[in-house]
C-alpha cells in the first residue's frame, strides 16, 4: 500500500462531499492520510476484513480495500445517514480512478445504526477481522 493511493482516497472523498468530508457529528475528521496510511500498513489488512466502527462517511473503508483488505464494514450513527451517498459516489469512483477493480462497492457495507446497540457478537465478520476504533489524532504523534 502506498500513501500516494491513500491521499487519493482522501482526495476523492472530499471531492464527492463537496468539502463536507469530516464535518458529521463524531470525531470525523480527526484522521489524516499519513495517519491512516500508518495505521493500515502497520496492522496489514491485506486480504483481511475490515470493520471501522463510526466509519463517517467512509474513508477508512475505501483505503483499507484500495490497500488489499477483503471486506470492509462501517457502522456510524443514523444521524450522519446521508453519508452514505458520499460512500457509494466515492468508493464507485475509487473503483474507476484509483485502482481499476470494477465493483469494489460491493466489497464494502455502510450501516447506520446506533453504536452503542451494535453487538459484535452478531457480525461474523468480526472473528476473521481487524476492528478500527480510530479516534483523534494520536497517531500523528
Request: glycine share 8%; proline share 3%.
Amino acid at each position: 500500500m502506498s500513501l500516494e493511493r491513500t491521499k487519493r482516497v482522501f482526495r476523492v472523498f472530499k471531492k464527492v462531499s463537496d468539502g463536507a468530508h469530516g464535518n458529521t457529528r463524531g470525531i470525523s475528521g480527526s484522521l489524516t492520510p499519513c495517519s491512516l496510511h500508518k495505521v493500515l500498513s502497520a496492522v496489514d489488512v491485506y486480504g483481511r476484513n475490515i470493520m471501522d466502527i463510526g466509519s463517517g462517511t467512509g474513508v477508512v473503508l475505501g483505503a483499507a480495500l484500495t490497500s488489499g483488505a477483503s471486506k470492509a464494514h462501517g457502522i456510524e450513527l443514523p444521524e450522519n445517514q446521508a453519508n452514505e451517498y458520499i460512500f457509494h459516489a466515492a468508493m464507485s469512483q475509487i473503483s474507476r480512478n484509483v485502482i481499476n477493480f470494477p465493483n469494489l462497492s460491493l466489497r464494502a457495507l455502510m450501516e447506520f445504526k446506533d453504536i452503542e446497540k451494535v453487538s459484535l457478537a452478531s457480525y461474523p465478520i468480526v472473528h476473521t477481522s481487524i476492528i478500527l476504533f480510530l479516534t483523534s489524532s494520536f497517531i500523528d504523534r
